[in-house]
């Protein structure tokens, strides 16, 4: 969506906003910018220097060239400004947005700071689709996980969910969020604590063919495969009909699932692991998918290593095998096939086919013979 959309010009509030090689967009205010810039979570060198350096050197026209970035005078609209205040019991909230990943499922979020310090989170769209099924349903979802008291101060309270009288859809939510709050890029006990009490609480015996996960992948075979491109189809849906022949009538324990389990979803603060972004989560998916999808997305965009590496890399972990991996592959390509609509990016083409290669790879770790 068009983010100018959700701003009115202001006598006072300086802002600079900035955007990256990919096409992503960070609007933030040059008052008190280090706390607003906890928005931004670059996952490389250069944007980590960059966070850094901003709050020192916007003001230097050289710098502010060198990010490609412009400086103006900006507030929120009321229609956002006002839920969000209301929200977090707050006369006013500072602000900075950011745009949003581009894919069809882009949305704006917004940080959202009352007092000097960070209260929660507002997602924007204008789409209805998006609205409700990513919005609603996290916000359910978080409604869902929040009845255990265990989960408590470890995943964001749903506080509102609306539509503005100009058609904008808004989800609020709650952080724990600090500038002393950490990312961890490494797979450790705080993460394998927060999946096995997830797992426990959520745990649900059912026929694998009866799971969010087997129909995902039985999506994939049936509609999905048509948009995937042609040199990989073939392949894909092969491994799908292979995965559903076997899978189907296992008896398995479904359990929630974040499906978009990765660092930059997730805090450690004050010791123990806050997990946010729920709005890809499942209630009966398959345990360990989670883990997965965290070493392999860290391996893919932080470690840049081949299938070939991270297959070896994978066969340290004794509860990741051939059929879990498989899994986690055939559902995550139907997850971002769905998302792609058939219009794949040169970077999403180039993970679709990493995690096509890795899939045919997946036999390897019954073996440590790669």
């Known amino acids: 969506m068009d ?21 992503k967009r960070w609007i933030v205010p040059v ?22 350096f901003l709050p ?28 969000c205040a209301d929200a977090f019991h707050a006369e006013v909230v500072d602000w900075s947005l950011f745009g949003g990943t581009p894919s069809a499922d ?45 989960m408590k101060d470890r995943i964001p309270l749903a506080l509102d969910y609306t539509v503005t009288g100009d058609d904008l859809y808004l989800f609020i939510q709650s952080t724990v969020k600090t500038l002393e709050s950490k990312e961890e890029h490494q797979w450790t006990p705080l993460h394998q604590s927060f999946q096995s009490d997830l797992h426990r609480l959520t745990a649900t015996p059912m026929k694998a063919a009866e799971t969010d996960t087997f129909l995902s992948i039985r999506r994939l075979y049936d509609t999905y495969a048509k948009v995937i491109p042609e040199e990989l189809r073939g ?8 995965v559903l022949a076997n899978f189907s009538d296992m008896d398995v324990s479904a359990v929630v699932t974040h499906r978009d389990f990765t660092p930059w979803n997730m805090i450690v603060n004050d010791g123990s692991l806050f997990v946010f972004d729920w709005e890809y989560g499942i209630y009966h998916g398959m345990p360990g998918t989670d883990k997965c999808h965290f070493l392999i997305q860290t391996a893919i965009f932080e470690q840049h290593v ?26 995550i ?10 219009k794949w990016s040169d970077s999403d083409y180039d993970t679709l086919a990493f995690r096509a290669r890795l899939l045919g790879l997946a036999d390897s770790l019954e073996s440590s013979t790669l």
């Open 3 to 23: 983010i100018d959309r959700l701003l009115t010009p202001s006598s006072e509030n300086k802002v600079i906003s900035f955007a990256n090689a990919d096409g």
């Open 31 to 52: 008052r008190a910018m280090k706390l607003a810039l906890a928005i931004y979570q670059p996952g490389s060198v250069k944007g980590r220097m960059m966070k850094r």
């Open 56 to 83: 020192v050197l916007w003001r230097l026209g050289i710098f502010r060239h060198m990010l490609h970035s412009d400086l103006g005078f900006y507030d929120l609209i009321p229609s956002i400004s006002q839920p």
């Open 106 to 150: 882009s949305k704006v979020t917004i940080q959202c700071v009352d007092d000097g310090r960070i209260a929660g989170y507002c997602k924007v769209t204008d789409s209805h689709d998006i609205a409700v099924r990513l919005f609603k349903h996290e916000s359910l979802l978080l409604d869902f996980l929040n009845s255990f008291e265990e």
């Open 235 to 242: 392949f894909v849906s092969e491994s799908a009909q292979q």
């Open 306 to 331: 081949s299938p070939e590496v991270l297959i070896k890399q994978l066969i340290r972990y004794d509860d990741i095998d051939a059929m879990l991996l498989k899994i986690y592959l055939l559902d």
């Open 333 to 342: 390509i139907s997850l971002y096939a769905a998302r792609s609509g058939g």
